[in-house]
């Protein structure tokens, strides 16, 4: 694999990613341990220690009741502690000269103290004692004073270790049967009834006390009339090491960023698995390697994506193609390094009362091709795709006020053409147990703005208004449906698409898909090449393949 | 004989076990009902609190009025939180056609809670309005708000009385939604005395009529500390339809962090 070099992204991105790593590299303390400060026979005293503490240390300590073969204590210990805190609270505690010692799961099962620290607390403690006033300790004698470790409760024999998590292997497989009927012939006669079959398995396997984990979904379609919606492809394939404030992921990946319902603006991670769907929320699986950093203000996403994805066109017998088939097989790359380029992105994401938004910077091949026009050897005209480096930088967010879902995705790129920036947003508003039934009906209204306008040639979408219901039964077969159309405000061209799912049984599912496009004009067969091109970007292409689509899948 | 000493000699009797009694302050008995419904849940919370984190396995099993059953299988994740509401972590194991989808929702004593559902098939996590909290979870007759964590400053409380229930004798507290967006004009709960267990729940709808009873039964001792029930049964007064609640194999202090388990992150790797 070959690295561009003077690339600054990606030297920036190691950059960034050891300072982090050095700043805020793996704590040694399981977030969720308590300090315990020593243990009472008098709830009084244990209350006095505890209020002493709690001044020191600027947090409450509580005092918990343990009831031993011995009779009750009173405890004194801190909350579950996240890892800097655990550290602030040690540092404060050692340079005071109070004993502490660790504890882990403190409820009816004998905390584990080694005999060093069960020194160190007892000596803490005499010292301790000898410029106060004086704590009760155990049997009060000064040597064990605080040893709960003989203490026997419940069950547990000996020693409580948390997050003993069991090994756990999962492996799951769906099969699926669809059907898509279209009203017409295509434009070149292909067929109008086009049934495939496709698989998914998804295995999972965690070990190391969930600590690490391998993920394999791998996804295959049969399709009977088109090869090239004929694919394999990883959707994962991924290991992970999770601790209690990173992650570490590396393999083949699904990454989803947005918040919209129609147009998925800020999406960019995978490539766009377009023989699947027109919605462009099938993926390919992306290559990486992705670090997550979890902070008080906010998860921080680091990626390395170590390959690219060339995007799935339908082949020549497909349908929802441009008129002018795409070749698959000659890509044109702006990148010297062609589908081997190193790109990366940075993703900031947080939640604050209401809101939730991410943001992020992504620099590499974007996933979106324009396309050049070009003549096979055979004399057929074939569109290349050609892939561009980009800078995007991107926002999505949403906030919620009772009833009321507000969402906005917005970018801004360089690289492809001038700077440009396009944004989609509206709201969701949830009625909740509509006209007097079960059922929840959402009206989503969304708009989505590009400011190329009608040049921006990598999308249907340029000043569209998206208009939706989404109907939820509540029933026991989890019936929705969701209703939409979106409709270009200057060309009157529309979109309108439905989908509706039900569960059949316990292991069925039926899901119904269809699509009409309208409003363009009639197509053209004599139509001169530029306007076949700039059709490209417009439903014209499409306004043959209004289809329905009935899909049922089985899960094992 | 004050409260305190007639709750201690009750549960001497009953009980048996070393769990914690319940525990009032002297002059109870004196106190306005509003004081001592607020009191009871007060103490209830507190007898509840300190599990630190535990996992159950939950099934639902749902029943319409001509008995036909449908089943569900969820396993749930919760977390004690030291200055806020707990956290719970919901995932579902069945209908497979929805396995893998998980529910995150952290509760918060003053302000709304927050809610963030992950849907698998396009490995999207979305922010779910907490309006929708009087809705049915997994089409059963439990509402989000019922399967939610409950603080205790999320109502009003008024004791009512005492009644047997049962071969126990309970108090019956009447508590009032205190979020606008809740399903429920008001809830009748009998606890027993003994050790303030949930017995019995009347849910009434905002037009006031009876909606639905919870029964909660067979309950342990877990970890000689916390009551937890294994049945719970829910019946829709109005429509004829029932919930049934199995839970199995609770487990304490298991080691679950805010970070690691209960961040939106750890909703993308839920299984």
Redesign the interface.
């Known amino acids: 694999m070959r690295l561009t070099c003077g690339k600054p992204l990606v030297t920036l991105w190691l950059a960034v990613t050891v300072l982090l790593a050095s700043a805020y590299g793996p704590a040694v303390a399981?977030?969720?341990d308590r300090l315990v400060f020593g243990s009472f026979r008098s709830e009084e005293n244990a209350e006095n220690w505890a209020g002493r503490l709690s001044d020191l240390f600027g947090r409450?300590v509580e005092v918990?009741?343990v009831?031993a073969d011995d009779g009750l204590w009173y405890r004194v210990r801190s909350?579950?502690l996240?890892p800097r805190e655990d550290t602030r609270l040690r540092g404060l505690a050692e340079a005071n000269d109070i004993s502490y010692w660790r504890s882990?799961?403190?409820?009816?099962?004998a905390d584990t103290v080694t005999s060093s620290e069960a020194g160190a607390v007892s000596g803490g403690f005499a010292q301790k004692a000898g410029r106060s006033e004086k704590p009760e300790t155990a049997g009060d004698s000064p040597g064990t004073p605080v040893d709960m470790g003989g203490l026997s409760?419940?069950s547990a024999g000996g020693g409580?270790?948390?997050?003993?998590?069991p090994t756990?292997t999962?492996t799951?497989l769906d099969l699926g049967l669809q059907t898509r009927s279209y009203f017409d012939r295509g434009l070149e006669g292909q067929s109008r009834f086009q049934p495939s079959l496709s698989a998914r398995v998804?295995f999972?396997r965690?070990w190391d006390d969930e600590s690490q984990?391998l993920t394999f979904s791998p996804f295959m379609r049969l399709d009977s009339r088109d090869d090239e919606r004929t694919h394999f492809d990883l959707r994962e394939l991924f290991w992970?090491r999770?601790?209690?404030?990173w992650?570490l992921h590396l393999g083949f990946k699904?990454?989803?960023w947005?918040?919209t319902e129609f147009y998925h603006l800020s999406d960019i991670i995978n490539q766009t698995d377009l023989v699947e769907d027109i919605d462009g929320?099938d993926?390919l699986g992306q290559p990486m390697a992705h670090l997550?950093l979890?902070r008080d203000w906010g998860?921080v996403d680091l990626f390395m994506l170590t390959g690219f994805r060339e995007r799935t066109f339908p082949g020549r017998d497909g349908r929802l193609r441009p008129v002018i088939p795409v070749d698959v097989d000659r890509p044109i790359y702006e990148s010297g390094a062609r589908d081997k380029r190193i790109d990366g992105a940075v993703r900031w994401?947080h939640?604050w009362?209401?809101l939730?938004f991410g943001l992020y910077h992504f620099s590499g091949t974007g996933r979106d091709p324009g396309f050049e026009l070009s003549v096979k050897g055979n004399g057929d005209l074939a569109l290349r795709p050609v892939y561009r480096v980009i800078d995007q930088t991107g926002f999505d967010g949403?906030a919620?006020f009772?009833?009321?879902?507000f969402k906005l995705e917005a970018i801004t790129r360089s690289g492809d053409g001038d700077r440009y920036a396009s944004a989609t947003g509206g709201f969701e508003r949830?009625l909740?147990?509509a006209l007097g039934s079960?059922a929840?009906l959402g009206l989503i209204m969304e708009y989505i703005y590009d400011e190329r306008g009608e040049d921006a040639y990598n999308t249907f979408f340029e000043g569209d208004l998206a208009l939706g219901a989404r109907w939820t039964l509540?029933?026991?077969a989890?019936t929705q449906a969701l209703l939409g159309v979106i409709w270009d405000t200057d060309s009157d061209e529309y979109v309108l698409s439905l989908e509706a799912s039900r569960?059949l049984g316990?292991?069925?599912?039926l899901l119904l898909e269809g699509r009409v496009f309208g409003g363009v004009p009639s197509a053209n067969p004599e139509a001169t090449l530029d306007e076949n091109l700039r059709d490209l970007s417009r439903f014209a292409a499409l306004q043959q393949d209004d289809y329905l689509q009935l899909e049922f899948?089985r899960?094992? | 004989m004050d409260c305190r000493c007639l709750l201690a000699l009750l549960s001497l009797i009953w009980a048996g076990a070393?769990a914690?009694v319940p525990s009032f302050p002297p002059g109870f008995d004196t106190l306005t009902a509003i004081d001592q419904g607020t009191l009871i849940f007060r103490e209830k919370d507190r007898l509840d609190s300190?599990?630190?984190?535990l996992q159950v396995n939950l099934q639902m099993v749902?029943r319409?009025r001509r008995g036909s059953e449908?089943?569900r299988d969820l396993q749930i994740s919760q977390l004690?939180m030291?200055n806020d509401g707990d956290r719970l972590l919901v995932v579902f194991d069945?209908?497979?056609?929805?396995?893998?989808t998980a529910l995150l929702s952290y509760s918060h004593k003053a302000?709304?809670d927050?809610q963030w559902l992950y849907l698998p098939a396009?490995?999207?996590v979305?922010?779910i309005?907490?309006?929708?909290k009087?809705?049915?979870f997994l089409?059963s007759e439990f509402a989000y708000e019922d399967m939610a964590l409950q603080e205790v400053e999320k109502f009003d409380y008024q004791l009512l009385g005492s009644e047997d229930c049962g071969s126990r004798t309970c108090f019956r507290v009447q508590r009032v939604p205190l979020d606008q967006?809740s399903?429920y004009s008001r809830q009748e709960v009998l606890l027993d005395h003994d050790a303030l267990r949930v017995q019995r729940i009347e849910y009434f709808d905002r037009a006031r009529r009876p909606l639905k009873v919870l029964t909660v039964d067979d309950y342990a001792l877990h970890?000689?500390?916390f009551w937890k029930a294994a049945r719970m049964h829910m019946e829709n007064l109005q429509t004829g339809k029932s919930t049934e609640l199995r839970w199995r194999d609770y487990r304490?202090?298991?080691?679950?962090?805010?970070?690691?388990d209960f961040?939106?992150?750890s909703l993308l790797?839920a299984?």
């Open positions: 399981a977030s969720g409450r918990e009741r009831h909350a579950a996240a882990r799961g403190t409820l009816s099962h409760y419940g409580f270790e948390p997050g003993a998590r756990v999962r799951d998804d999972y965690a984990s992970s999770v601790a209690d404030d992650e699904q990454v989803f947005g918040v929320e993926k997550s979890i998860i994401s939640h009362g209401p939730n949403q919620i009772g009833d009321w879902l949830t909740v147990g079960r929840d509540n029933d026991v989890d569960q316990a292991s069925w599912m899948t899960y094992f | 070393n914690e300190g599990y630190q984190d749902l319409d449908s089943r004690e030291e069945t209908p497979k056609a929805i396995r893998g302000a709304p927050d396009h490995a999207r979305k922010k309005a907490s309006r929708n009087s809705g049915p089409s967006y399903g970890e000689d500390r304490f202090a298991t080691g679950l962090s805010a970070d690691r961040s939106t992150n790797r299984r």
